[in-house]
């Protein structure tokens, strides 16, 4: 049982070294944002930038602006800032697509497999599209054989056979993290590689894919890094994989010399491979700005905020959960979960929606799951406090059984 008080967590606040951070996201007032590991908050600077690239560079600019802004070199510029934040090196990352397609290409690079090496083994309950992604590598190469195991029986399925792993860093739901170096090593050792998916991990913890020898990756633009609505996603080849491999996409940004307008594909040899089409300048240009706030935090220091933060909420809310059938998805130290947290309840969906229409924003995740994320440079102390007492007071009063919460929203 708790002791902490509501007085003592606003000193906290207070001596938070990344208080000073909050100010550069636009949150509105009476919200309380515990959802930004599936949408970030828009940083103040986004606006401005957005502001720029609309009216001088595209609207006076015009087309002169991809020499004159830079446009064209957007993909790499920004992939090099992401790979600063994610342990890779310049020339490891590209800005492009979605997480989804640019899964296809880097699972799609290893293929058609050769000799025995056919099995591609992932974490069975992954974020669907995840699994979506390797079902339909099939139709690059029949003989691929897809292998769906729970966690505990992965490392022990490597073996000769196997072509790679593709596993997500951070679980969408119960936020448990994959010992990536481990992982890497053990997988390295069987003579496979490893593709990691870091949708709930990329601008929320320190990540260092070249310590730990990672071959390539994925991630969201729009969840840590706050790069908006449906921003575009990242890959992450390291070098030494990079001249070897054909993705299965050629289209003319991917190609060696997209303004020589050859009659033939000729794959770029370097990480502009994995571009396709033209790329979204707009989103790109957001992006980046998120990407930009992102480089001047202390990576250490929002992991270690986060895990205070997911510690607190899931102190305060033991408290009195019980008492309400709310039970720990997954009761792990925050140690082991990324920078989330989520709870069970069989009327969660309902919960969820009276908590938002408090202002407290969390996400529903079928069949039963409230999941709650923790983004360190915006969120205080306090919030955690006030958040769980709100949740308290919803199911105290029962508000959530008002039939306006039971409609179901297409997005969740
Ligand atoms: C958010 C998320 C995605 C999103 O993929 P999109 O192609 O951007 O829709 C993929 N995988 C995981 C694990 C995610 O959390």
Redesign the pocket.
Known sequence: MTTITRAELEVWDVKDPLAAHRQDYILPKGVIYLDGN?LGPLPVQTKERLRKTLEEEWGEGLIRSWNDADWVGAPTRVGDKVAELIGAEAGEVIVSD????NLFKLAGSLLPSEGPRRKIICEKG??P??QYIVQSLKSLDNGVIIKELPREEILDAVDEETLALVL?HVH?KTGEIFDMEMFSRRTHEKGALVLW?L??SAGAMPLALNTCNVDMAVG?G??YLNGGPGAP?FSFIAKRHQAKRRQPIGGWFGHQDPFAFTETYEPAQNIKQHLVGTPGILGLAALESGVDLLLKLDMTKVRQKSLKLVGLFQELVGEFGNGFGLTALYPLPPEDCGNQTAFCHDSGYQIMRALIKKGVIGDFREPNIMRFGFGAPYTRYTDVWDAANILNAVLTTEEWKRPEFSQRHSVT
């Open positions: 599936s979605s997480t989804s397609v992954n974020f599209t995840d997500t969408y998916d949708c709930h969201c729009y969840k996603a």
